[in-house]
């Protein structure tokens, strides 16, 4: 089904938000409460509504919920202000208000136009593209493809998001680099950028697993891996699963062993220390 109101698209089936022709790069959580709270325009969306619709149950803070609700607003042109789409009921929870329109037949319409485009996904005409696929066990991955070329891709380190990343001082200049020498595709990995970011199963069986639902969703057969510190550990797991398919690898900063196994005992209390200060933001 999709839903048409003030020149924008949401289609629930292939989870897209479009403004005119311009896909809309939403997180996958953000996406889940546009489409719930438009299904059920006609009511009051409570708080707990939204942890059992997008957080199956899970206790989330009110912190985390706000969050969502902000960027739910900014991806449709909206803010806390206007309130022209999704409404601040005080005590009682969020209404997504004005005209919108189901129309199911848009999706049987455009289905073959969304198939061929589907396989081709990169436009570097248009710059990066972002797109979402799925992994076996329910993930919601967000990736980036730019470029033509022979597919490289770039697993991800312990921390990156797709948007900023292409406009880090520091990271940009390589990936545009790369991006005019190849096609090249980056995801954000489970638990942080704009992929799902409440996980719990974070390992590097998981770490192969995203990368697997990535090269799936884009049909690869062959391509080149670059893997950089964190990502070096999963990309020479992949080759060995799949050495038919990896042409070749870039390795940068990898290591074989974890801080805890390899560092001596300053660092390992360095490393306790900054995660304890990242648990309390």
């Not at 985390?64 to 999704?86: L, S, T």
């Not at 406009?167 to 950028?193: K, T």
């Not at 969703?217 to 990896?246: E, F, K, M």
């Amino acid at each position: 089904m999709a839903y048409l109101f003030g020149g924008m698209i949401l289609d629930a089936e292939r989870r897209e938000l479009r403004s005119g022709a311009k896909l809309i790069p939403v997180e996958p959580q953000v996406f889940d409460i546009l489409v719930f709270l438009i299904r059920n325009r006609d009511r009051v969306v409570s708080k707990d509504d939204l942890l059992t619709a997008v957080w199956d149950g899970r206790m989330v803070s009110e912190s985390a919920i706000a969050a969502r609700i902000n960027a739910a607003r900014r991806a449709v042109g909206d803010d806390g202000e206007q309130q022209r789409w999704i409404r601040t009921v005080i005590r009682r929870g969020f209404r997504f208000i004005g005209d919108v329109r189901e129309d199911a037949v848009l999706e049987t319409r455009s289905s073959s136009v969304e198939a061929a485009a589907r396989q081709v996904p990169c436009h570097p005409s248009r710059g990066q593209e972002i797109t979402f696929c799925r992994t076996a066990d329910g993930i919601n991955l967000a990736v980036a493809c730019v470029g033509q070329g022979m597919p490289l891709v770039s697993i991800p380190t312990w921390l990156t998001h797709l948007e900023y990343d292409w406009q880090n001082p520091g990271r940009a200049p390589l990936w545009r680099f790369l991006a005019d020498r190849f096609r090249l595709i980056r995801f954000d990995g489970r638990g942080f950028g704009l992929s799902d970011r409440d996980i719990t199963d974070i390992s590097l069986a998981t770490f192969e697993r995203d990368l697997e639902a990535v090269v799936g969703a884009l049909h690869l057969h062959r391509y080149a891996l670059l893997g950089i510190s964190q990502g070096v550990g999963t990309a020479i797991a992949h080759a060995a699963h799949y050495p038919d398919r990896v042409t070749r690898m870039v390795l940068v900063g990898g290591f074989a062993l974890g801080r805890n196994k390899r560092g001596s005992l300053e660092e390992i209390e360095l490393g306790k220390a900054l995660v304890a200060v990242m648990r309390e933001g």
